[in-house]
């Protein structure tokens, strides 16, 4: 088939996707082989679409896919069968470099373990993503200063980790997240370091930030915070096992 008619097949499958799904996932698989003929079923068919501004929490105990899944969604891996749209591209066939360029556009990452750079500022460490993409020193600047002030840390733009609170640290982290303006936020069991007076803060800040129009998805293995989220979907052995709204929402 040729190169052109590639492009307008792939045009025409996103030009069917509603306007408003931000994640199309349609019957996603993904096999890792183990040696000796050996090979794990991580993900087995799983479809799924998230719509703009929507807050979803993905749950599942340990070995359940939830960490594969996050890991497809997120463009840090590539699905042995299935398909993937991400804010209306399919992704799910691009190469390592193509991925890393969407990663860095369209994905704003949140890790439990907040992955600063120690001797960096919380201004530099903001300003990373942008730094990566080549955007001209002063632009960047002012939109990690912005990034920094909407969590609320305009007067810590200077500060080291060790010089944060966990909190705090975990706010650096939202607002290098938010710096690209990216299509999702992608947060990963992000008050597992925290206690659970900072982690209830930080999941308020995430209720501001869906509040401005963000869309988050959320993966845990933590009921009481799923519950923050409005929809949460359950992955077992692969598969989706639930996807319902959270009790938050039948109250």
């Known amino acids: 088939m040729a190169l052109n008619s590639i492009i307008t097949e792939s045009s025409a499958q996103a030009a069917t ?30 479809s799924l679409r998230i719509r703009h501004n929507e807050y979803v929490a993905i749950m599942g105990p340990s070995g359940s896919g939830k960490s594969t899944l996050m890991n497809l969604i997120g463009c840090l891996d590539t699905p042995s069968k299935g398909r993937y749209w991400l804010n209306g591209q399919l992704v799910s066939d691009l190469d390592d470099d193509q991925l890393a360029r969407i990663r860095n556009k369209e994905i704003g990452f949140v890790f439990q373990t907040f992955n600063l750079l120690a001797r960096a500022t919380s201004l530099h460490n903001v300003e990373l993503p942008l730094i990566y993409n080549g955007t001209p020193a002063a632009q960047r600047i002012e939109r990690a200063k912005q990034s920094l002030t909407s969590v609320g840390l305009e007067s810590r733009m200077m500060h080291k980790p060790n010089e944060l609170s966990g909190g705090q640290r975990q706010r650096v982290a939202i607002a290098r997240a938010l710096v690209n303006n990216p299509s999702i936020i ?28 963000n869309t988050i998805v959320l993966v845990t293995h933590e009921p009481d915070i799923a519950e923050f989220a409005h929809r949460v979907v359950m992955i077992r052995d692969g598969q989706i096992f639930s996807d319902e709204p959270s009790r938050r929402l039948r109250r």
């Open 17 to 46: 996707l509603p306007a408003d799904d931000v994640i199309v996932v349609e019957d996603l698989w993904r096999t890792y082989d183990m040696g000796s003929e050996q090979q794990v079923q991580a993900l087995r068919g799983v």
């Open 186 to 213: 992608l947060a990963d069991e992000p008050t597992g370091n925290l206690d659970s007076k900072t982690g209830n803060e930080i999941m308020t800040l995430f209720d501001q930030l869906h509040a401005r129009g």
